[in-house]
């Protein structure tokens, strides 16, 4: 089983500073297996019996959490003059080391994973595992099936970089869906500029086979399942 120092399991899953969780186990604070513990630089099993001033230890290795990110704010972990997509997290949630999985612009909405596992952000990321995302976009022109192709294609964009392979789907005649697999700075307002269109609203609605819930609030946080986590790769 593994083990951990008992100060970074108290820091890291209840939220609070290595030096506080430090301080808190000098002061009696923290039990592990029903007795008060003050060495804070234990090695402790992950699984075992552990209370932080009357909380019982779920432990988790890493946390994901879903937001419908609203516009305005920052996909960034902090900002010194604006609020960030992390401030946002509500606080059963918080914990140390989270961090936004990509970035969704600042006027973009919809669905933003936050965790604090750099490998699974790595994956969910990397043009390499075709981990498609999908959004819809409000245009301010009329979609063609030209745009369909070129987009199928693979759009050069106006510094000639090629985008790989999407799909653009029409839904009216001024609104579309599309799937990326990758996401270079802009992407999606640089591929319309392309074909002559400027897009005014843009949602993300899903990453992989997992969709937004319709009934999570712009702003509102959900903790995914490993089962909802694993969907995230079934769609690729």
Same mark, same amino acid.
């Given at each position: 089983?593994?083990?951990?120092?008992?100060?970074?399991?108290?820091?890291?899953?209840?939220?609070?500073?290595?030096?506080?969780?430090?301080?808190?186990?000098?002061? $009696?604070?923290? +039990?592990? $297996?029903?007795?008060?513990?003050?060495?804070?630089?234990?090695?402790?099993?992950?699984?075992?019996?552990?209370?932080?001033?009357?909380?019982?230890?779920?432990?988790?290795?890493?946390?994901?959490?879903?937001?419908? +990110?609203?516009?305005?704010?920052?996909?960034?972990?902090?900002?010194?003059?604006? +609020?960030?997509?992390?401030?946002?997290?509500?606080?059963?949630?918080?914990?140390?080391?989270?961090?936004?999985?990509?970035?969704?612009?600042?006027?973009?909405?919809?669905?933003?994973?936050?965790?604090?596992? $750099?490998?699974?952000?790595?994956?969910?990321?990397?043009?390499?595992?075709?981990?498609?995302?999908?959004?819809?976009?409000?245009?301010?022109?009329?979609?063609?099936?030209?745009?369909?192709?070129?987009?199928?294609?693979?759009?050069?964009?106006?510094?000639?970089?090629?985008?790989?392979?999407?799909?653009?789907?029409?839904?009216?005649?001024?609104?579309?869906?599309? +799937?990326?697999?990758?996401?270079?700075?802009?992407?999606?307002?640089?591929?319309?500029?392309?074909?002559?269109?400027?897009?005014?609203?843009?949602?993300?609605?899903?990453? $992989?086979?997992?969709?937004?819930?319709?009934?999570?609030?712009?702003?509102?946080?959900?903790?995914?399942?490993?089962?909802?986590?694993?969907?995230?790769?079934?769609?690729?």
């Amino acid at each position: 089983m593994k083990q951990e120092r008992l100060d970074k399991i108290i820091a890291t899953q209840f939220n609070v500073s290595r030096r506080d969780a430090r301080i808190a186990i000098r002061r $009696g604070k923290v +039990k592990v $297996g029903g007795k008060t513990v003050r060495d804070f630089g234990l090695l402790t099993n992950i699984d075992s019996e552990i209370s932080f001033d009357g909380q019982a230890l779920n432990y988790k290795e890493h946390i994901y959490i879903l937001m419908n +990110k609203p516009k305005g704010v920052l996909s960034a972990s902090s900002d010194k003059n604006k +609020k960030t997509v992390v401030d946002l997290v509500p606080e059963n949630l918080r914990r140390q080391g989270l961090f936004p999985v990509g970035r969704l612009d600042k006027d973009t909405t919809g669905f933003l994973i936050i965790t604090d596992d $750099g490998d699974f952000a790595h994956k969910a990321i990397s043009p390499k595992y075709e981990v498609y995302k999908t959004y819809i976009v409000q245009l301010d022109g009329t979609l063609t099936e030209d745009m369909i192709t070129a987009f199928a294609d693979g759009i050069i964009l106006a510094d000639g970089t090629k985008c790989r392979k999407a799909t653009l789907e029409i839904l009216t005649e001024n609104t579309a869906r599309v +799937k990326i697999c990758e996401g270079k700075y802009h992407q999606i307002k640089r591929m319309f500029g392309v074909v002559g269109l400027g897009v005014n609203e843009l949602k993300r609605e899903a990453v $992989g086979a997992l969709s937004l819930p319709k009934d999570l609030a712009e702003g509102d946080c959900v903790e995914l399942s490993t089962a909802e986590i694993e969907q995230i790769f079934t769609d690729c």
